[in-house]
C-alpha cells in the first residue's frame, strides 16, 4: 500500500524551531518529487515547499523562504521540513505529498498523508 | 505569481444535479492545473490532472476542462459522496504553485 506518515508537529513558541518528517512506503521513493502543503485552521491549502528525485532541487513558497528547509534522505525514503523562526501564521497542518509521475518536478500531489499539526503561540 | 480564483465560494446544490465550479488564473500558464477534492478531518485526495486527466480510481462523472486562464470542473450528476470542498492547483514550472480558496459544495 502507497503510504505517506509524517510526525514532528507539535507547539511550540514564536521564534523557535521544529523538524517536521514524512516516512514514504509502497512506492520507490527516489524516484518522486516530494512536497509540503499546509492548512491553517479552517483555511485553504497552502504549498509550502518542493524538492525534486534527481539533483534535490528546492522551491519554496514566499511565505517560508530563508526561514524552512527541505531535504530528503533517499535510503530512508524519508522526506524532511526544518522550519526555523517560526512564526504564529506557520500554524497549521502539514501535509506531506507525492508528486504524481516518475522523476517530473512540476507535478500534481497524487498521494497525501494524513498530516502533523504544528502550532505556534508563546 | 500565478494567483487562482476559484468561484464560487460556497455552491448549494442536491443530488443529482450537475454543477460546475471555475477557477480563474491571474495569468495564462500551460495547462497544469489540478483539481482535488477534500473531506473534513481527511487529507486532499487528487481528481484531475493537466487540467482534465481523470486520475486512476476516480468516477467517470468528474471532468475537467479549460485552457489558458480559465478552467472548470464538472460533477455531472452529484452523488452523496460528492459533498466536500474542492480546491484547483496549478504547477507550472515558472510559477510558485498555487491553490484556490477553495469551493465548499453543500447539499441543498
Known amino acids: 500500500e502507497v503510504q505517506l506518515v509524517e510526525s514532528g508537529g507539535g507547539l511550540v513558541q514564536p521564534g523557535g524551531s521544529l523538524r517536521l518528517s514524512c516516512v514514504a512506503s509502497g512506492f520507490t521513493f527516489s524516484g518522486y518529487a516530494m512536497s509540503w502543503v499546509r492548512q491553517a485552521p479552517g483555511k485553504g491549502l497552502e504549498w509550502v515547499s518542493t524538492i525534486s528525485a534527481t539533483d534535490g532541487s528546492t522551491y519554496y513558497a514566499d511565505s517560508v523562504k530563508g526561514r524552512f528547509t527541505i531535504s530528503r534522505d533517499n535510503s530512508k525514503s524519508t522526506v524532511y521540513l526544518q522550519m526555523n523562526s517560526l512564526r504564529a501564521e506557520d500554524t497549521a497542518l502539514y501535509y506531506c505529498?507525492?508528486?504524481?509521475?516518475?522523476?517530473?518536478?512540476?507535478?500534481?500531489?497524487?498521494?497525501w498523508g494524513q498530516g502533523t499539526m504544528v502550532t505556534v503561540s508563546s | 505569481d500565478i494567483q487562482m480564483t476559484q468561484s464560487p465560494s460556497t455552491l448549494s446544490a442536491s443530488v443529482g444535479d450537475r454543477v460546475t465550479i471555475t477557477c480563474r488564473a491571474s495569468q495564462t500558464f500551460s495547462n497544469w492545473l489540478a483539481w482535488y477534492q477534500q473531506k473534513p478531518g481527511k487529507a486532499p485526495k487528487l481528481l484531475i490532472y493537466?487540467?482534465?486527466s481523470l486520475e486512476s480510481g476516480v468516477p467517470s462523472r468528474f471532468s475537467g476542462s479549460g485552457s489558458g486562464t480559465e478552467f472548470t470542473l464538472t460533477i455531472s450528476s452529484l452523488h452523496p459522496d460528492d459533498f466536500a470542498t474542492y480546491y484547483c492547483?496549478?504547477?507550472?514550472?515558472?510559477?510558485?504553485?498555487?491553490f484556490g480558496q477553495g469551493t465548499k459544495l453543500e447539499i441543498k
Open positions: 505529498a507525492k508528486a504524481r509521475q516518475l522523476l517530473w518536478i512540476h507535478d500534481a500531489l497524487d498521494i
Open positions: 493537466k487540467a482534465s
Open positions: 492547483q496549478q504547477y507550472s514550472s515558472y510559477s510558485p504553485y498555487t
